[in-house]
């Protein structure tokens, strides 16, 4: 079965400075992943996803992922984090049936000032 | 733009009554997906319907049941609520890319959520 494992709950940084936010999957055959951010009172936007091909993905606003298939990660990060990044990230797998996706727990990102 | 849309951003019920959650979709997507949203916890699936009147039951589908009269709404029903169905409920839609005898992923569009208190 798929899982996903979000290894942060929370991640605090000053603006300007970079950010990693960690991902580990588990899944019984090639995954596609996906990486959503949730700004406050809002739904779900797609920042990124990794289908097959290339393992490093770009994606909006500066965000970048690198799939990494022997370490079962696709961690999230991004240069130069800004004030309007702060917001919870989810990072999921897909089961491959229906489109059905399962989700991490989510990573609430805080920049500061 | 895809554009899914719920029918409520907040509500308030009282244990006991029936509720209905109602999500439109306007981009002709064949899948549509009800989630629940708890902190700690993630989005966990409710139901999910890949054509009209067709449904699967997810990873959480006790109290709940859900209705797809037309591919473009898909309704959440929680029959007798309680207050341990307070919760924001998402809704989502995706399309189905089919390349010979295969479907392929594609991203799931999410409506901003209906945050749902029980007393």
């Known amino acids: 079965a798929q899982s996903v494992t979000q290894l942060d709950s929370h991640v605090s940084v000053s603006e300007g400075t970079p950010v990693l936010l960690r991902c580990n999957y588990s899944?019984?055959?090639?995954?596609?992943l996906f990486w959503y951010v949730q700004h406050p009172n809002k739904g779900l936007q797609l920042l990124l996803k990794y289908l097959s091909g290339s393992t490093l993905v770009k994606g909006i606003n500066g965000f970048e992922a690198e799939f990494n298939k022997s370490q079962t990660s696709f961690h999230l990060r991004k240069p130069s984090v800004h004030i309007s990044d702060t917001a919870e990230y989810f990072c999921a797998v897909s089961d491959g049936g229906y489109n059905k996706l399962i989700f991490g727990a989510g990573t609430r990102l805080a920049v500061h000032p | 733009d895809v554009k899914v849309t719920q029918s409520s951003r907040y509500l308030v019920k009282r244990t006991g009554e029936k509720v209905f959650l109602e999500c439109v979709q306007d981009m002709d997507h064949e899948n549509m997906f009800w989630y629940r949203q708890d902190p700690g916890l993630g989005l966990r699936l409710i139901y999910f319907?890949?054509?009209?009147?067709?449904?699967e039951k997810g990873d959480i589908p006790e109290g709940y049941s859900v209705s797809r009269e037309k591919k473009e709404r898909f309704s959440l029903i929680l029959e007798s609520a309680s207050t341990n169905q307070t919760s924001m409920y998402l809704c989502?839609?995706?399309?189905?890319?089919?390349?010979?005898?295969?479907?392929?992923?594609?991203?799931?569009?999410f409506g901003p959520g209906t945050r749902l208190t029980v007393l």
């Open positions: 899944s019984s055959y090639s995954p596609s």
């Open positions: 319907s890949y054509d009209v009147k067709m449904k």
């Open positions: 989502a839609s995706s399309l189905v890319r089919l390349a010979g005898h295969t479907s392929s992923t594609d991203t799931q569009y």
